[in-house]
């Protein structure tokens, strides 16, 4: 049931992607983040999302007026020193005998990574207003907070015995790579929630962030928790009540440590 409508809804997307190309990037970060086909049973499972919204982009940046070069900043100019230091040890692996059993695996990482990339300058070429920039924050916000509300509500119901994890198949699938995602998103929410003119989108905002630090916690990962706990000691320490922050995130800490299931406590 749900194949037919994700698949027309893709279509859709495309064509817009096409004639608005911003659009089309809120649409291709919707699938990359969120992975709908994930969600579905059937044939659409097999549709590469992705490509079929990334592709009318390009064209469509390529036609509108509304972009501008990627700005020459330090950070651009280091993304672009990895993306080669990317196709450097790609050509190693390639040319080298005792790796060569890896050849198909590290071109198939090395696509993926340039097409995140390549996306990644598109999105540096459209976002050209600070509006435009915060529509992107909100589509990036709201995949995540979906995921996390989702499986924490089914996780306190559940007891907390089982992990999170990102939506299957995709580059946030792993627990890991989850939550590293979800600590990133952390920041975002909290500087949304501060500008935001909207009240419900506000309280909506604010009301997401436990959601997303337990989802963080669920995740069962390590190096999550110690990602969760710099981001909020980060945040903490940029508002206006730091010793009231600071105090939150030891009772939360205290918090989780009491209720937590005991092999989540052996694990960290």
Not at 87 to 116: C, G, R, Y
Not at 178 to 184: D, K, M, S, T
Not at 198 to 222: D, E, G, N, Q
Request: proline residues 5%.
């Amino acid at each position: 049931m749900r194949d037919l409508p994700l698949a027309t809804i893709l279509l859709v997307l495309a064509v817009i992607a096409l004639l608005r190309p911003f659009l089309g990037l809120l649409g291709w970060t919707w699938v990359t983040y969120f992975s709908p086909t994930q969600f579905t049973w059937g044939w659409s499972r097999r549709i590469p999302g992705g490509e079929v919204i990334a592709i009318p982009t390009l064209l469509g940046s390529l036609l509108t007026q509304e972009r501008r070069m990627p700005p020459i900043t330090r950070e651009t100019v280091l993304l672009i020193i990895l993306w080669l230091w990317f196709a450097v040890t790609t050509l190693n692996v390639l040319h080298s005998p005792l790796l060569a059993h890896h050849s198909l695996d590290t071109l198939n990482q090395m696509l993926q990574v340039s097409k995140t990339l390549l996306m990644t300058f598109i999105a540096l070429m459209l976002l050209i207003d600070a509006k435009k920039f915060r529509s992107w924050f909100l589509v990036t916000i709201a995949c995540f907070v979906v995921l996390c509300v989702k499986d924490v509500t089914w996780l306190v119901l559940t007891g907390g015995q089982f992990q999170v994890y990102g939506p299957g198949r995709s580059m946030i699938g792993d627990n890991n790579d989850f939550a590293l995602a979800v600590n990133i998103c952390l920041p975002m929410i909290y500087y949304l929630a501060q500008t935001e003119t909207s009240r419900p989108i506000r309280w909506a905002l604010w009301a997401s962030l436990p959601f997303a630090a337990v989802a963080v916690v669920l995740t069962y990962s390590r190096g999550g928790l110690l990602g969760l706990a710099a981001a909020m000691l980060a945040i903490a320490l940029q508002s206006k009540r730091k010793i009231r922050g600071l105090s939150l995130i030891l009772g939360l800490a205290l918090l989780a440590f009491l209720v937590a299931p005991g092999k989540w406590i052996e694990r960290m």
